[in-house]
């Protein structure tokens, strides 16, 4: 009995012993969790930290709108911006002090679903706002910041600080950088329906005009305080017609995809009225001279001072002609027409050439720039002129008397286009488009490319410029990164952070651009590439007899238009179906945007404008 005893306390000791033991273990093991929670929420709050650091970089780069807003009132839109601050210096603390209230109010934390767990605050400071550098078309202005951005994950907290400068560039931006550009959009007549896609920013300043879901992938901005926004009477809309709203939507009808905000009462942007820059851009002279040259300076721009038997300055005429404008060896301006033009064709050879041929008449002009030898040929009526060293290309140059990629004519470009197709298309004309429809990019085979890979150029026409024919580039912009298009065109390699140089700029000073419908036909599925400008009174990028001439599926426009008036190209039914002309789509070439590449001697806007803020972080910590 005593034995049993003995053993029965010794199991409840050892009972005992294994229970404190366990619960040692339980508590210990509790701590230990305790601690790794504690500690992977501080690190995922650090994380959030790190991500509030990132999103501040972000906002103050994407905040461009609103510090413009803060900006254009304060500008000093009479000052010589190479020698005056378009800032006033008075205005620079005041400046700061907004931008800062700005970030604050505007991006103080992260947006919801940022990070996967927590949140993370923001506090911005924005000081010594002031000048960097100024320049005859342009000027930059630095502030200093300072960003603490706390992140937090339950009762986890960490912050994370980051000091540097942020950069606010102005210029003239070049009115390429919009996709599409107008003065009056015509939206109390027509309107931009379901279907329409516009991939780059956009701006009217009178009169957008909305039915159903247009797509805007990019800024909207109109100068009105709204829009019409359109019921065709089968949409679940009352009354039909259309209703000016000041708003973003009129549903259920008419529920435009504004996926960048839809911004009203902004600055009215003025289209050009003259091509007087152009002109003398051609002839060789100072394109930032916007008064009009003499008759006496065109002569001897022209070289028709030579032979001595013409005299310049007592009979300063013009006859009609196509003149490449040089110094008898040196090419020293662009090409500039007298009178109309019957034809210009503009032809990449593929080897590094461009050929330019113009019909005035019964006769002919081929001038061929060979990018190679940097030399430019003239042949007349099949007969050589001579053989020019430099080429038309490009730019003006700041100066006077050097080549550029400007082809003035003081008459009309009756017929504009690339080379001819090599064969019908594999489209269809309806739209929606039918199975076969062409591609976007690349454009298909046959169609030959009118400018050559160096090729930089701008034409302008005092009068009317009607389109016949294709007018595509020898590379495709948007596939120069893709090895499968490069080994089927090597030429269009780029090395290490270069940019596809081709540019093509379109000007009518007084009249329509035209896609022609007599006495040529532009083809069917119109592929146009470059910046497109009719800025007259009423004018723009018209389809000639848009109602009559039959279905002819799309104008593929990869670049930008810029136009007075919104001109109908086409007609639809009750269901959007093309039933005439054409139907348009804008495709925007990422190269324009904040006029990083523009058309030679383009068009700019009148007055300074933000064109990038772009930060630059100096040091990092955290507590």
């Not at 907004?98 to 605050?121: K, R």
């Not at 065709?232 to 259920?252: A, E, Q």
């Amino acid at each position: 009995m005593h034995r049993r005893g003995v053993a029965l306390i010794a199991v409840l000791v050892v009972a005992a012993v294994m229970t404190v033991v366990g619960s040692l273990l339980f508590v210990g093991t509790l701590g230990d969790l305790r601690q790794t929670r504690s500690t992977l929420q501080a690190a995922q709050a650090r994380a959030a930290a790190e991500a509030g650091l990132t999103y501040a970089r972000y906002a103050m780069e994407v905040a461009r709108g609103d510090i413009k807003a803060i900006l254009a009132p304060k500008m000093n839109l009479t000052a010589n911006p190479s020698t005056e601050w378009v800032l006033p210096e008075r205005e620079w603390p005041g400046i700061a002090s907004a931008i800062q209230s700005l970030l604050n109010t505007g991006y103080g934390s992260l947006p919801p679903g940022a990070v996967d767990q927590g949140q993370a605050s923001l506090q911005f400071t924005v000081t010594r706002f002031r000048g960097n550098t100024k320049g005859a078309t342009a000027q930059t202005y630095r502030a200093d910041y300072v960003v603490v951005s706390t992140g937090q994950v339950g009762p986890a907290k960490r912050r994370a600080e980051e000091k540097g400068y942020f950069e606010v560039q102005l210029g003239r931006p070049a009115l390429s950088q919009w996709l599409y550009l107008v003065d009056d959009a015509g939206g109390q007549r027509a309107f931009f329906p379901t279907g329409t896609v516009f991939n780059g920013p956009v701006h009217a300043n009178h009169n957008w005009g909305f039915w159903g879901r247009p797509v805007f992938r990019d800024v909207v901005s109109t100068s009105d305080d709204g829009a019409w926004y359109w019921s065709l009477g089968r949409d679940g809309c009352t009354g039909g017609g259309r209703v000016w709203v000041r708003g973003d939507s009129r549903p259920p009808c008419t529920v435009p995809d504004f996926q960048k905000g839809f911004l009203r009462s902004q600055p009215r942007i003025d289209l050009p009225t003259s091509t007087l820059s152009q002109q003398r851009a051609a002839l060789g002279m100072d394109p930032q001279d916007t008064s009009t040259p003499s008759a006496k300076e065109i002569c001897f721009a022209l070289g028709l001072h030579n032979p001595p038997s013409k005299n310049c300055n007592s009979n300063p005429s013009v006859p009609n002609g196509v003149y490449l404008v040089n110094d008898g060896n040196n090419v020293k301006g662009g090409i500039y027409v007298q009178g109309d033009v019957d034809q210009l064709v503009l032809q990449a050879t593929g080897t590094g050439q461009q050929v330019y041929t113009f019909k005035q008449g019964s006769n002919t002009w081929v001038i061929t720039v060979d990018y190679t030898t940097n030399t430019t040929a003239v042949i007349k009526n099949g007969a050589p002129i001579g053989t020019y060293t430099g080429t038309p290309n490009g730019p003006a140059p700041l100066d006077t008397g050097g080549p550029t990629g400007q082809i003035y004519v003081t008459g009309q470009i009756k017929s504009l286009q690339g080379p001819r197709r090599t064969g019908p298309l594999p489209c269809g004309v309806d739209y929606p488009g039918s199975s076969d429809n062409c591609p976007d990019h690349p454009p298909p085979a046959q169609i030959p490319p009118a400018l050559s890979k160096e090729t930089q150029l701008h034409i302008t026409a005092v009068g009317a410029i009607g389109i016949t024919g294709d007018l595509v580039y020898e590379c495709d912009p948007t596939k120069v990164s893709d090895p499968g298009y490069l080994a089927t065109k090597p030429r269009c390699g780029l090395g290490a952070g270069q940019t596809l140089p081709t540019v093509l700029g379109v000007m009518s000073q007084n009249d329509h651009i035209y896609i022609k419908d007599s006495p040529i036909k532009a083809p069917d599925n119109l592929y146009l590439w470059g910046s497109y400008l009719s800025g007259a009174s009423g004018k723009g990028l018209a389809v000639e007899n848009y109602s009559g001439r039959g279905r002819q599926g799309k104008i593929r426009l990869f670049g930008s238009l810029i136009q007075s008036a919104a001109q109908l190209r086409g007609t639809l039914d009750g269901s959007g179906r093309l039933q005439s002309g054409y139907i348009s789509t804008y495709d925007y070439d990422l190269r324009f945007a904040d006029s990083a590449l523009a058309p030679p001697n383009f068009p700019t806007v009148r007055v300074f404008d933000v064109q990038k803020v772009q930060t630059t972080p100096l040091s990092f910590r955290e507590f």
